[in-house]
């Protein structure tokens, strides 16, 4: 006999995670806590007697499954005590989580970095680290300390010497956390071997299983096992509302960031949406083809330029040089707009591609291991 369990909600998100703890919020829930120890009990004491007969339909949360922390061994009880803030797994279970090192890909991105812990990216700058490519009405091309720029916006004379002469950014891992969220939530991959999965619009699907979500998610993991405190989003904006993605992350920015003042870097983890679906940027380290990250910087308009963004190209420019470095080619070009893309809220924001749509989820989960990799560089306790 198999039994089969199963609670619907509305208004059902994991909010955030962090080293410890998934937290879940809960709104407009069926309150059922008169029954909680009573099904608790029978539930527990049938999974003791015959686990692998207990299967958990779930509910509306599969659109947000956290494809890195989720273990089939652990069943979800779909927060039977119907709590506002109720934790989904103990604090033990996410440390043994953590401590799932990779695979062998990811140990072999690990292994590329090892050796490069204490190397700094502003050094020894001369003038000539500062090129001028080519420059017309529609774009500048800049090379700067190796760091391929190409700058669309009308600010042609960002002050990048600046930048070079200054120090290196460093944060703490006591005490800088880290978030992650995703404007472009459905954007999703090629289907490969390990992953296939059926698209709600033309590489889009609303299964966090397969989309933005998965990647913050595996990335958050990264940073989590460095020891880096990591608040990831696993909010959607874009469902059913493209257009208005920007506003819908821009307010769960804000809020997290009210809600945590740790926060020290922000990150909104997009995929090139490039017209061309079969498009696929990649590089290739011991054998593993990897998802071509980009940067993609807003500056702000004219005459109203973002407060951070000189802030915000700095820690660009230093996560780039040092991965010329270290895993040279991972990063395309980078690109500065006229825009902000919500990097005018807090210093030390950006917004990364990851890959495009011909890419697979596999080179794309492998990139955010070299991209916390050069992260957990910057941190230095």
């Known amino acids: 006999m198999k039994i089969a369990v199963t609670f619907f909600r509305k208004d059902r998100k994991i909010q955030k995670i962090r080293k410890n703890y998934i937290h879940i919020s809960n709104s407009n829930s069926i309150n059922i806590k008169k029954y909680e120890i009573l099904i608790i009990l029978f539930i527990t004491i049938f999974m003791v007697l015959n686990s692998e007969n207990l299967i958990y ?23 039977l005590a119907n709590a506002d803030n109720y934790i989904f797994k103990e604090k033990e279970e996410i440390e043994k989580v953590q401590k799932d090192i990779g695979t062998q890909e990811e140990l072999a991105m690990d292994q590329m970095a090892e050796e490069y812990k204490d190397i700094t990216a502003f050094n020894d700058i001369s003038a000539e680290d500062i090129q001028i490519i080519a420059e017309n009405e529609s774009y500048q091309k800049l090379n700067i300390c190796g760091v391929d720029i190409t700058n669309y916006s009308t600010n042609r004379s960002i002050d990048f010497e600046a930048i070079l002469n200054s120090e290196d950014k460093f944060f703490s891992k006591s005490i800088d956390e880290i978030l992650l969220y995703t404007t472009h939530t459905s954007e999703s991959y090629a289907n490969s071997e390990n992953y296939v999965f059926d698209y709600t619009s033309p590489r889009r699907t609303t299964d966090g299983q ?122 395309r070009p980078m690109i500065i707009r006229n825009s902000v893309y919500n990097q005018d809220i807090k210093s030390n924001s950006f917004l990364v591609e990851v890959g495009a749509s011909g890419n697979t989820l596999d080179e794309a989960i492998l990139a955010t291991r070299c991209l916390s990799n050069l992260l957990n560089i910057l941190y230095k306790d």
């Open 210 to 331: 397969y989309n933005m979500l998965a990647v913050s998610s595996k990335f958050a993991s990264n940073l989590n096992n460095k020891g880096i405190n990591t608040i990831c989003s696993l909010t959607p904006h874009d469902y059913g509302e493209y257009n208005s993605a920007y506003t819908n992350s821009r307010q769960t920015f804000e809020s997290l960031i009210a809600q945590n003042p740790n926060i020290a870097i922000a990150i909104d983890v997009h995929r090139d949406a490039i017209e061309d679906l079969e498009f696929a940027p990649k590089v290739e380290f011991k054998g593993y083809k990897v998802a071509s990250l980009m940067l993609v910087m807003g500056i702000g308009y004219d005459g109203e330029y973002n407060p951070y963004y000189m802030e915000n190209l700095k820690l660009a420019l230093q996560i780039q040089i040092l991965a010329n470095q270290i895993y040279p080619g991972l990063f």
């Open 57 to 79: 339909l779930g509910s509306n949360l599969v659109q947000v499954k956290n494809i890195d922390i989720s273990n089939e061994n652990i069943i979800s009880l779909n927060s």
